[in-house]
Nanobody, 126 residues
Framework: QAQLEESGGALVQPGESLKLSCAAS????????VGWFRQTLGKEREAVSC????????WYADSVKGRVTILRDNAKNTVYLEMNNLKPAGTAVYYC???????????????????WGQGTQVTVSS
């Protein structure tokens, strides 16, 4: 059974760093475009960063550009989101999402289903 599990969220102070993990089981994650999204209560879910399945191209939201890195560890079947210099505006539940189909080459995943995992909570507060 194909599954994704997000982890690594925590309560941190402004300026600190976190590394979130999106671990896949039951399928090969490197074949799929992967995106990290976040959502706060009462707001729409927004894309934070994506990585393609083909050439490793990446995309970052303007709000995180320069402070966030998305990367793959194919040996661990995992995609990470390294976040530095965290700001209170980064407080949210973070989710990862994969493309519906492998090898499509999009930087950000295209999907029709609205299934989201439990996510991982990041709280940035002093």
């Amino acid at each position: 059974q194909a599954q994704l599990e997000e982890s690594g969220g925590a309560l941190v102070q402004p300026g600190e760093s976190l590394k979130l993990s999106c671990a896949a089981s039951g399928f090969t994650l490197e074949y799929y475009s992967v995106g990290w999204f976040r959502q706060t209560l009462g707001k729409e879910r927004e894309a934070v960063s994506c990585i393609s399945s083909s050439d490793g191209s990446t995309w970052y939201a303007d709000s995180v550009k320069g402070r966030v890195t998305i990367l793959r560890d194919n040996a661990k079947n995992t995609v990470y989101l390294e976040m530095n210099n965290l700001k209170p505006a980064g407080t949210a539940v973070y989710y990862c999402k994969v493309d519906d189909l492998p090898f499509r080459g999009y930087v950000c995943p295209k999907y029709e289903n609205d299934y989201w995992g439990q996510g991982t909570q990041v709280t940035v507060s002093s």
